[in-house]
């Protein structure tokens, strides 16, 4: 049985058992017309569904991740002493033994310990997967029958049933936290590592960005070949060039947009046009990438021609002004909800003073909404630091340090893509600078929403 049947299943299970856990309550509370339940008929159903499924659940979880180590070290006492005691050839024989037991082709012919060793890895996982079947069903079975039995007039099912997603929420929020933690902790170690091969100075005040290629000799911090020079400073100055361009478009447009919908703009208009702009945030940006590559990259080369100006069709214009298209829902709906969220009696006063419509957005509305507005772009601004695809289609990757956006350049985004392709040692620094540039890329866009979080935060107080 697949994983997603057995999801399948118990979700049937938990509809049963809610309706079964339903139907007792009724009948109890029916034969006590004295006595009042605790919690309502469908929090006892919940309750017993609840106790059905979650323990199953927990056995799922623990037995998917501790089988298949129980299982692998099963496997290696089946194995020859010799394939046993060298790690490389341990790694292959378990991958080509896995493939057999799967009934995927290998490259060479099988020996015949490795068929013995893929039947018994075969009949192994089936007796698992039908052991911890027969333990979740007692166990579903226990839960269900002690659910059942559980439901009382002076049972307090609504209670249990909050602790349990109090529960399920703190578990929820954990593992985002802890996924973050470990993130941020894998990149840290690994810029460590980096930093032993080259000095911190010369990573965030260099000015040339050009590694070579090198090799991690035997010893820790050994290196054959000369590693190059990791300047940072082209990749950061490409990145804010081309983030610069992106939000020239998008403030204005996507500004002027939240104004023109949430001031001027007919229900019927604002009910078409908002869902046909909030449409270009759901655009991949591998499809904004071509785009670029393919018309507006010539496009702003063929009008700098006719202009006299040196446009180059692969540049940081072409990558910022497409980027800017791709952040103008983001400032737009949000902005136009900030706008509509101001208090009428602001607009009211203004118009009652004697101020025109256009002043009042002016001197009113804008000047309450700032904070709101301000959060926003600045929600806008990290999420072009943070673009790759559309940069490495339409920037041209070289890492110069210019100011010129007719020229191209290279981003943060893009090195990090190219420092982890190919066939590159990741021992090496060329490999290991892609965690300190991910590092110094993920402090920056932390810092951005951490201010844009603070600015909105003191909007919502002010006004909710």
């Not at 009724?26 to 309502?40: C, D, E, K, P």
């Not at 180590?69 to 991958?95: F, G, K, S, T």
Request: glycine share 8%; proline share 5%.
């Amino acid at each position: 049985m697949s994983n997603l049947t057995l999801m399948i299943v118990l979700l049937a299970v938990l509809a049963i058992t809610y309706q079964l856990g339903l139907v007792r309550t009724r009948q109890i509370a029916g034969h006590n017309a004295t006595l009042r339940m605790h919690s309502r008929p469908h929090h006892y159903g919940v309750m017993v569904g609840l106790w059905t499924v979650l323990p199953a659940f927990f056995i799922f979880i623990i037995w998917s991740w501790s089988a298949p180590w129980a299982l692998n070290q099963l496997l290696i006492a089946q194995l020859p002493e010799h394939i046993v005691n060298d790690p490389q050839e341990l790694r292959v024989a378990i991958r080509r033994i896995s493939n057999l037991a799967a009934n995927f082709g290998i490259v060479s012919e099988a020996a015949t310990w490795e068929i013995q060793a893929a039947t018994f890895l075969s009949d192994a996982r089936q007796l698992s997967q039908t052991l911890m079947l027969a333990l979740m069903t007692t166990v579903a079975a226990a839960g269900a029958l002690y659910g059942y039995r559980s439901i009382s007039p002076l049972y307090r099912a609504r209670n249990h049933i909050e602790k349990i997603l109090q529960i399920v929420l703190v578990i929820c929020s954990s593992i985002a936290v802890l996924t973050t933690l470990g993130i941020v902790l894998s990149m840290v170690g690994e810029s460590l590592r980096f930093f032993s091969f080259v000095s911190p100075m010369d990573f965030f005040f260099g000015t040339t960005w050009n590694p070579r290629f090198s090799t991690a000799g035997v010893g820790e911090g050994s290196l054959t070949g000369d590693q190059g020079s990791f300047g940072m400073l082209p990749l950061l100055a490409g990145t804010f060039l081309i983030a610069l361009v992106a939000m020239s478009v998008a403030i204005p447009l996507g500004l002027l947009a939240a104004i023109y919908l949430a001031e001027y703009a007919s229900p019927k208009m604002r009910a078409t046009a908002k869902p046909i702009i909030e449409m270009l945030a759901g655009i991949p940006t591998i499809v904004y990438g071509f785009f670029a590559l393919v018309t507006v990259g010539p496009f702003l080369s063929m009008l700098g021609a006719h202009i006299g100006l040196d446009i180059r069709a692969t540049s940081a214009l072409t990558a910022g002004v497409v980027m800017g298209i791709m952040i103008i829902p983001f400032i737009s709906s949000l902005s136009d909800d900030i706008i509509t969220q101001v208090p009428k009696s602001l607009r009211d006063g203004s118009l009652g003073l004697g101020a025109t419509k256009s002043e009042t957005i002016r001197k009113v509305v804008l000047p309450a909404a700032l904070p709101g507005i301000v959060g926003a772009i600045l929600l806008g601004a990290s999420r072009a630091i943070g673009e790759t695809m559309i940069v490495v289609l339409a920037a041209g990757n070289s890492p110069s340090l210019t100011a010129n956006p007719f020229e191209a350049v290279s981003t943060i985004t893009v090195t990090i893509v190219n420092q982890l392709t190919g066939d590159n040692d990741f021992a090496s620094p060329q490999s290991l600078v892609a965690f300190a540039l991910g590092l110094t890329l993920f402090a920056i866009t932390l810092i951005l929403n951490v201010i844009a979080l603070v600015i909105v935060r003191k909007y919502r107080e002010q006004y909710e």
